[in-house]
């Protein structure tokens, strides 16, 4: 049983910056990926960024250029660094890591709370 804490969102300008974190409350043997999804109002969630086991990443074409996702391997700790915010990334971000907690067991889906991020001036 894992569970995934997130911290970081609120309110910023245009322009501006946000990092969230999302840390779980217990070590996961082995991770599949790390991720970050995000919920606009009115729309479906999506996919925004995306780390493997191995350290390679992916983004959504929206973002690209402005977030960074990054990991913590020891803390089992997803990070997202957001730069040059607008008011269309305004969401509810929530992470996701898919994982098991060891030999033997099956690989399972991991989800945060949610976090809100507002961009507007």
């Known amino acids: 049983q894992v569970q995934l804490v997130e911290s970081g969102g609120g309110l910023v300008q245009p322009g501006g910056s946000l990092r969230l974190s999302c840390a779980a409350s217990?070590?996961?043997?082995?991770?599949?990926?790390m991720d970050w999804y995000r919920q606009a109002p009115g729309k479906q969630r999506e996919l925004v960024a995306t780390?493997?086991?191995?350290?390679?990443?992916n983004y959504a074409d929206s973002v690209k250029g402005r977030f960074t996702i990054s990991r913590d391997p020891a803390r089992n700790t997803v990070f997202l660094q957001m730069n040059t915010l607008n008011p269309e990334d305004t969401a509810v971000y929530y992470c996701?890591?898919?994982?098991?907690?060891?030999?033997?067991?099956?690989?399972?889906?991991?989800w945060g709370q949610g976090t809100q991020v507002t961009v507007s001036s």
């Open positions: 996701h890591i898919r994982g098991r907690l060891g030999v033997g067991y099956s690989y399972d889906d991991y």
């Open positions: 217990r070590s996961i043997f082995s991770i599949n990926s």
């Open positions: 780390i493997t086991s191995g350290g390679g990443t």
